[in-house]
């Protein structure tokens, strides 16, 4: 028997149980790069939007990912392969004039297998990554916000706007060894973070692995 698409226990129990919780949870986790990339592709605003709704609509069936073959790709390749099929039909929709459904498709029935091609988007892989280092520093913030070292300030400080630890120990008002202390805290904090999302969407040791060589390629 072929292998289905399992998505760790909290995630796939939220789906099976409660999918309008687990459409919200994975629409909040991985909009960005969908609507980003639909933004890529021409469309406005307010029309990436509806699409990437009716994407996160779509792969939060339950018997919609039944019928999704695992062997295929991973869940990175799926929603983007989705992502396609839904601009693929918006698109069609427009030339026609008139309204096409998502379910003309051939999602609606039988086996889903996710085009080879998907696998090596670049342009999707880049934003995927940029996404889950989003979520990365929203953990650290948020770790952070209730006061005590300002671990995610000074990593922000440092990285991303590139100033030295003096100039962030003079704005945060602190020692330089305290700045040091806290990028290198942080830093760890954040790879952790990172990993964690990456592994709440792996179905498998072998897609986890697939991933982390995806994002040491993009971040090193």
Request: aromatic share 10%; glycine share 6%.
């Amino acid at each position: 028997m072929a292998a289905f698409v399992r998505f760790p226990s909290t995630i796939w129990t939220t789906i099976s149980n409660s999918p309008e919780r687990a459409r919200s949870r994975v629409f909040s986790a991985y909009r960005v790069p969908i609507f980003n990339y639909i933004l890529n592709q021409g469309f406005s605003e307010h029309d990436a939007e509806d699409i990437s709704q009716e994407v996160f609509i779509r792969v939060c069936k339950e018997e919609f990912l039944r019928r999704v073959d695992r062997s295929k790709g991973t869940f990175r390749s799926l929603l983007l392969a989705v992502t396609r099929h839904v601009i693929d039909y918006e698109r069609q929709r427009r030339r026609k004039g008139r309204a096409v459904s998502v379910e003309q498709g051939g999602f609606d029935g039988g086996r889903i297998d996710i085009p080879a091609e998907v696998k090596s988007d670049k342009g999707f892989d880049d934003l995927w990554v940029k996404n889950l280092t989003r979520l990365g520093l929203q953990r650290l913030q948020e770790e952070c916000s209730s006061g005590g070292p300002k671990y995610y300030d000074a990593l922000v400080l440092s990285k991303l706007q590139g100033l030295g630890y003096a100039q962030i120990a003079d704005k945060l008002g602190s020692r330089v060894t305290d700045i040091t202390n806290w990028v290198h805290h942080a830093k760890k904090k954040f790879k952790v973070y990172v990993l964690e999302a990456v592994r709440a969407y792996s179905s498998s040791e072998a897609e986890y692995k697939a991933e982390l060589a995806l994002i040491n390629r993009f971040l090193r």
